[in-house]
């Protein structure tokens, strides 16, 4: 697991907490929209980014106590990486509140998290209405699994929410089909 990115303080990506934003490298999908192609290959290859160790992102932590509430872990796609669970755990323990950023596509690492309580705050793209998935995110997106994740965030107790990226390929009725997946029933 690689740290691609790190932003040090957003008033905008947590709600209620001032946070840093983590990136993660590698995505199982591939959107043609994506507004962080580099982050999609699991070995950064571009050469354009920094790449930070873990040692490094506890130090920031540690230098951030009292300065920050909490941390957002995105990507990429955090959920491919099975030593997930251990970095949120660490943060956790470090006393930080963590929100993930997901495509939806790991209903099983989702439930897990949410079980052993590494979460705080999920929020879970939904990319398109069911039919058009692949043709937004690439033949590797399996419409099964969003649904999966969706249905297991329905039934969670923390703060989540479900979100969009507004492109051409989208129009009105989609998008208020896609509001319709994310209502609870
Ligand atoms: S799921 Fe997110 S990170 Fe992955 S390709 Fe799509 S937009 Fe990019």
Redesign the pocket.
């Given at each position: 697991m690689r740290i691609s990115g790190l932003v040090g303080s957003s008033l905008i990506d947590f709600p209620d907490c001032i946070s840093c934003v983590l990136f993660l490298q590698g995505?199982?999908?591939?959107?043609w929209?994506?507004?962080?192609?580099q982050?999609?290959p699991l070995e950064n290859n571009t050469g354009e980014q920094v790449e930070y160790s873990m040692e490094t992102f506890k130090d920031f932590l540690d230098r951030r106590r009292g300065r920050l509430d909490g941390v957002v872990v995105t990507?990429?796609?955090p959920t491919i990486h099975h030593e997930l669970p251990a970095l949120l755990s660490m943060i956790k323990e470090m006393g930080y509140a963590v929100k993930l950023d997901t495509?939806g596509?790991n209903p099983r690492m989702v439930k897990d998290i949410l079980d052993a309580n590494l979460v705080d705050y999920i929020a879970m793209?939904i990319?398109a209405p069911w039919e058009k998935y692949r043709k937004i995110?690439?033949s590797g997106a399996n419409v099964d699994r969003v649904k999966e994740t969706l249905d297991i965030l329905k039934r969670c107790s923390i703060g989540w929410e479900a979100r969009t990226?507004v492109c051409p390929s989208l129009d009105s009725k989609d998008l208020l089909l896609m509001e319709d997946y994310a209502r609870l029933r």
């Open positions: 995505c199982n999908w591939n959107c929209y994506c507004h962080n192609p982050l999609i990507g990429g796609e495509n596509s793209d990319k995110c690439g990226t």
